[in-house]
């Protein structure tokens, strides 16, 4: 099993969407700057959405130049498509994702796009970074979400799925991710849905999960991907997101019970808890005072005589 | 992996011990007896304890008997010592399960006796089980508890964990428990301890798992409990309970949450969620209006398309 793990912090993102209340500039930078401090080193600040769609997002092309300025972090956005990339790029963020929802209905009723205009913009895009200097290129994932099955269409078929990684990985991406938008993943399905889509796009190229605790079983469903040799886990500070247009889908895995897993399996996360319980301060000022925040080891505490996988400094 | 899973409900015990309110016994039958037409097989229904330290237990006798009545189900109860032993016996429970606390400050305080003494314990049972005739005699568990960490002496080293194993085990427990009481364990610490228990007593007598979600990785911990053929889990209807005893330990696994995802795996319970949602709503009747429920699937419901590893007739 891999001994060192990426934490991708998805709260400024995936968790701002999802609640109405907009932070200021200064509140996300301040949280995003209490995480990196906490170790994290890849945050998804933003996405590049209308700000008419998601006026919590609206700044996130400042967040993005804002957060460019923290040593060592990895700035990531969320790209809904090309024109969203080109503002992504402009911005100088140094990994985009493009979500493509392998239900087309909520591709539809999501970003408004069937499957082929998906693919067309990840296209578009990854011609957009390959004219950039070498050095200048960002990492570019295409997302699989609904992957686990979708709120509105159950289940999709594994000839689908194939199908739509192998188009990402033609259209440019770099990385193929899996998306539990929905909260319906198991580890079963998690195991069997790394290992279809590994054998169309090779094993390289799908290092990353996004898991929901929706059900409950967000952090089973990390294990089954950490025994699949998964390196890249997004998660969110208090458990803080969800889709907004996928009903009752709530509720990335919560950012520190994860830690806490991890470290206590004796995988490194080079984050350290006590820092992230000060940016859940933080966050938690931020927030209106009604916002729920979730997570189990922040109310419970660590265990008597618990010891990170690797001693903090 | 196991295809086929007992889940043993321990929320009549281990949930009302931690709560003061107290169940009557028609409150505590009619929650029984539609977990048990929900297809639940087993369920530890009391303690035989004394009714001054857990009034919320006083009638564990009746309920036993009662219980009894209910077609096909095991009726497990908790007995601390060889006197809760004799009325267990008395009132015709199937399952025995004598906790040994591996710390020894836990078990100082939570039975007031030393491990000598219940090791001592133990043996007078097998001795009061073995003048029963053949097919009287119960199932005798001896358990483990604060076996993954004590909130009072932290880690318990593996030698004392394994020596006090071969201890129940020589004193005629056909099966050794292990039990997360105070909400410490992880994936990796439950497969190490499995397999160092087992390599004690042999693989046959470590059958069963009893979780807490107090940090959130209950179900994770069931994850790795699966993949080293552990057979019985034990949970909680609603999450409720913890141990009165250990600061902070709370809550048992969720019994709906753990059907959900087995079920979603593929790995058959026997057992219907929606016979468990009228059970939890006959316990959320009986309990007071400010005592919390937990569990995730039944806020979020079954996912669209969502079928039991073997159909439900």
Redesign the interface.
């Known amino acids: 099993m891999t001994k060192r793990i990426t934490i991708s912090e998805v709260g400024p993102r995936d968790g701002l969407q999802s609640i109405a209340h907009i932070l200021t500039l200064e509140q996300k930078l301040a949280w995003i700057e209490a995480e990196a401090a906490a170790g994290v080193t890849e945050i998804e600040v933003g996405s590049f959405v209308p700000a008419k769609v998601l006026p919590q997002l609206a700044d996130t092309g400042e967040v993005v130049r804002r957060s460019r300025e923290i040593p060592g972090l990895t700035v990531a956005v969320l790209v809904p498509n090309a024109k969203g990339a080109a503002a992504a790029l402009e911005a100088g963020a140094h990994k985009l994702t493009i979500p493509l929802s392998v239900s087309e209905t909520h591709s539809l009723r999501n970003v408004r796009r069937t499957h082929a205009q998906m693919i067309e913009e990840a296209r578009q895009i990854s011609a957009m970074i390959a004219e950039l200097p070498q050095e200048q290129r960002p990492h570019f994932e295409g997302s699989l979400s609904t992957v686990f ?7 999709i078929p594994d000839a689908q799925i194939a199908r739509l990684a192998e188009q990402l990985r033609d259209a440019g991406c770099h990385e193929i991710g899996l998306s539990d938008t ?3 993943a ?4 998690v195991r069997h849905l790394i290992r279809l889509v590994r054998g169309v796009v090779g094993k390289e190229a799908v290092t990353g999960l996004h898991l929901h ?5 967000g ?2 469903n ?3 991907g950490l025994e699949e040799d998964i390196t890249t886990f997004d998660s969110s500070l208090g458990g803080l997101g969800g889709c907004p247009f996928a009903p ?1 889908a709530s ?1 990335n895995i ?1 950012t520190e ?1 994860l830690v ?2 991890l470290e ?3 995988i490194d996360t080079g984050i350290d808890f006590e820092g992230l319980m000060k940016a859940r301060a933080i966050l938690r000022e931020a927030l209106n005072p009604e916002e729920p925040l979730y ?3 922040p109310e ?2 660590l ?3 618990f010891a990170y996988a690797e001693a903090r400094v």
Chains 1, 2 share one sequence.
């Open positions: 099955g979708c709120t509105l269409e159950g289940a929905t909260g319906y198991n580890p079963a399905q605790n929706t059900r409950g079983l952090l089973a990390v294990l089954a009752g509720g919560v019970d806490f897993m206590a399996m004796g997570g189990f080891a419970a505490g265990p008597l005589g």
